[in-house]
Nanobody, 121 residues
Framework: QVQLVESGGGLVQAGGSLRLSCAAS????????MGWYRQAPGKQRELVAL???????KYADSVKGRITISRDNAKNTVYLQMNSLKPDDTAVYYC???????????????WGRGTQVTVSS
């Protein structure tokens, strides 16, 4: 069983910063990609940032220059440092990871339960 647990969301004023964390635990053999998605009310879930196992990083155009994704492989944790936050960044942020479980040879995608980020104007 694999779990992803996010933390670090909250309420912040426009221009402020937040750091999200997502820790993977359970029967993990290897973690391939880890990333962050977000879903605002009435909108589809969208990719925010992705960090693959070969250190390739991808950002949504709307967050480039303001948000940084990083990984600590020893801790099976991915972080999202968000600076210069805007009200449009308000959403539930979800962690996603492609994980090969112990005793298997294929990966599955796992999702965290999400953490709310609210940016006030």
């Amino acid at each position: 069983q694999v779990q992803l647990v996010e933390s670090g969301g909250g309420l912040v004023q426009a221009g402020g910063s937040l750091r999200l964390s997502c820790a993977a635990s359970g029967s993990i053999y290897r973690i391939n990609a880890m990333g962050w998605y977000r879903q605002a009310p009435g909108k589809q879930r969208e990719l925010v940032a992705l960090h693959t196992s070969d250190t390739t990083i991808k950002y949504a155009d709307s967050v480039k220059g303001r948000i940084t994704i990083s990984r600590d492989n020893a801790k099976n944790t991915v972080y999202l440092q968000m600076n210069s936050l805007k009200p449009d960044d308000t959403a539930v942020y979800y962690c996603n990871a492609a994980i090969v479980s112990s005793g298997t040879s294929h990966f599955n995608y796992y999702w965290g339960r999400g953490t709310q980020v609210t940016v006030s104007s």
